[in-house]
């Protein structure tokens, strides 16, 4: 399984940006994709999750209604619309998969892709 993250970028604060989580390596549709994010000396948070199957979803407290995850089954993508930023959302964003259904903590993911710098300024 390969994850490639991409689309991060300097954005002023109440901008938007878009990652991109290009998958490959196998067939998704029995996996979770996640978003996850840690900013300099913090540990990873979740962000959002989705099931590749159904499209159910689930976010962090602190991105709900201003960010938004999705998937492309014909570029086999997962994305991240985030709307709004602030520079609390500055930090490294990681995509990841998981066997199974949604989830919020990183241990049980099983694919990280190389993350990808979001830096917001205010």
């Known amino acids: 399984v390969q994850l490639q993250a991409s689309g991060g970028g300097l954005v002023q604060a109440g901008g938007s940006l878009r990652l991109s989580c290009a998958a490959s390596?196998?067939?998704?549709?029995?996996?979770?994709m996640g978003w996850f994010r840690q900013a300099p000396g913090k540990e990873r948070e979740f962000v959002a999750s989705?099931?590749?199957?159904?499209?159910?979803?689930y976010y962090a407290d602190s991105v709900k209604g201003r960010f938004t995850i999705s998937r492309d089954n014909a570029k086999n993508t997962v994305d991240l619309q985030m709307n709004s930023l602030k520079p609390e959302d500055t930090a490294v964003y990681y995509c990841?998969?998981?066997?199974?259904?949604?989830?919020?903590?990183?241990?049980?993911?099983?694919?990280w892709g190389q993350g990808t710098l979001v830096t917001v300024s205010s």
């Open positions: 990841a998969a998981r066997r199974g259904s949604i989830a919020g903590s990183s241990r049980v993911y099983d694919y």
């Open positions: 390596g196998r067939t998704f549709s029995n996996y979770a």
């Open positions: 989705m099931t590749w199957s159904s499209g159910t979803t």
